[in-house]
């Protein structure tokens, strides 16, 4: 059972019911606080879910990382994992992140459980939720609340902790949400850098 064996199982089995809304967006490889890691799996509706895969064959090295890249960002989190890490997982995880175990049966089909029902995060980061806006977007939500067009031409750094501070938090999710189902083209032809420019 590896990652992609786990992914196309999920999308299929569990995450079907998503996809055909009009409603959700569902993501595959989504950056967080500015590629300095990326959500396995990202569900977009009324709130912001994601997942992250971690097969018996994966590491644990990253996890630390990875739970606060999440838990700036999502409203809930969740890990999928084979037995081989639930232990060690459940042992580094906030009590509020969910837990999904799946296993292989004999004829190769992948079950899926929940081991722990996710919770809601309470300690989102306005600023890395600002951050999963493209600088267009940041832009022109800030010109839609009065900020002269000249705002264009500051640090995108600069436009999310400007937004994370003129926006309540429930607002600036719904437009981030509202942004990310929108948009068209998903992939930036240059990469993200850590620097924010």
Not at 46 to 74: C, M, N, P, W
Not at 95 to 104: A, H, L, N, S
Not at 174 to 188: D, F, G, S, T
Request: a positive charge; proline letters at 3%; one cysteine or more.
């Amino acid at each position: 059972m590896n990652d992609e064996l786990i992914r196309e199982s999920f999308h299929r089995q569990v995450l079907q019911r998503y996809q055909t809304s009009a409603d959700a967006l569902v993501l595959d490889e989504l950056g967080l606080c500015h590629g300095k890691c990326r959500a396995d799996i990202a569900v977009v509706n009324g709130s912001l879910t994601g997942y992250e895969i971690k097969s018996d064959q994966d590491s644990l090295e990253r996890l630390h990382e990875q739970i606060k890249a999440y838990s700036a960002v999502f409203d809930r989190a969740i890990v999928i994992t084979g037995t081989k890490h639930r232990d060690p997982i459940l042992a580094q995880l906030p009590k509020w992140w969910g837990v999904i175990v799946c296993d292989q049966g004999r004829r190769g089909g992948i079950r899926f459980a929940i081991w722990r029902r996710a919770q809601w995060n309470k300690r989102v980061d306005p600023v890395a939720i600002a951050q999963l806006l493209w600088k267009a977007e940041a832009t022109e939500i800030l010109e839609g609340l009065g900020e002269p067009s000249s705002i264009s031409r500051q640090r995108r750094s600069l436009l999310y902790e400007r937004l994370a501070r003129m926006i309540d938090l429930a607002e600036l999710k719904r437009r981030v949400r509202e942004c990310l189902k929108l948009r068209k083209n998903w992939r930036h032809l240059a990469p993200l850098s850590p620097s924010g420019d």
